[in-house]
């Protein structure tokens, strides 16, 4: 069964930097495409960032671009997040998800997520 | 960029039907999918590609696109049907993800 287990997330100042990991297993990890999705305390769901299968080509959402930083290793079977200059409003409740296809059009299933709260 | 609107809460008694619409310029066009989310619990996704079930989503739930209006019908809804429910696309002029602001399933 798919299992997809985000860490890193923890409480940092405005400013800061952090590097969240998603360990994934149950799937063919270089053959799926992979997502960052975020929800903020008592709010939606924000699409952050997605990267394809062979790391050909990543995508950002505009409130991150420049400033987070998705990666991948397909040989340790993890996706990444490299976040910096954090904001107030980057605080919430950080998911890893994989994609259906190599592609990035349809998250499929969904890690619990790791909480990141930015705070002085 | 591309925008999906949905109604912030829709609430129907037990036995009956419930519907849960999002909106979006001519998203009949697009694939539509949709995810349920229980407090507390990650995202699951209930139907993909306008109205296809993942394995283990009883048939109770089914899904249309048409027009500007995806629709999610959740017949004879329980009480554990409770939940926030999300429709989503791929918007392929932006290359971006696109998430509706989710509504509130509230059964009476």
């Known amino acids: 069964q798919v299992q997809l287990v985000e860490s890193g997330g923890g409480v940092v100042q405005p400013g800061g930097s952090l590097r969240l990991s998603c360990a994934a297993s149950?799937?063919?990890?270089?053959?799926?495409?992979m997502h960052w999705v975020r929800q903020a305390p008592g709010k939606g769901l924000e699409w952050v960032a997605a990267?394809?299968?062979?790391?050909?080509?990543?995508y950002y959402a505009d409130s991150v671009k420049g400033r987070f930083t998705i990666s991948r290793d397909n040989f340790k079977d993890t996706l990444f997040l490299e976040i910096n200059s954090l904001r107030a409003a980057d605080t919430g409740l950080y998911y890893c998800a994989k994609d259906e296809t190599t592609f990035v059009t349809l998250p499929d299933y969904w890690g619990q997520g790791t909480l990141v709260t930015v705070s002085s | 960029s591309y925008v999906l609107t949905q109604p912030p809460s829709v609430s129907v008694a037990p036995g009956q039907t419930a519907r849960i619409t999002c909106g979006g310029n001519s998203v009949g066009s697009k694939s539509v999918h949709w995810y349920r989310q229980k407090p507390g619990q990650a995202p699951l996704l209930v139907i993909y590609y306008d109205t296809d079930r993942p394995s283990g989503i009883p048939e109770r739930f089914s899904g249309s696109n048409s027009g500007n209006t995806a629709t999610l019908t959740i017949s004879r809804v329980e009480a554990g049907d409770e939940a926030d429910y999300y429709c989503?696309?791929?918007?392929?002029?932006?290359?971006?993800?696109?998430f509706g602001g989710g509504t509130k399933l509230t059964v009476l």
């Open positions: 989503q696309v791929w918007d392929s002029s932006s290359d971006h993800v696109v």
């Open positions: 149950g799937f063919t990890f270089s053959g799926h495409g």
């Open positions: 990267i394809q299968n062979d790391e050909r080509n990543k």
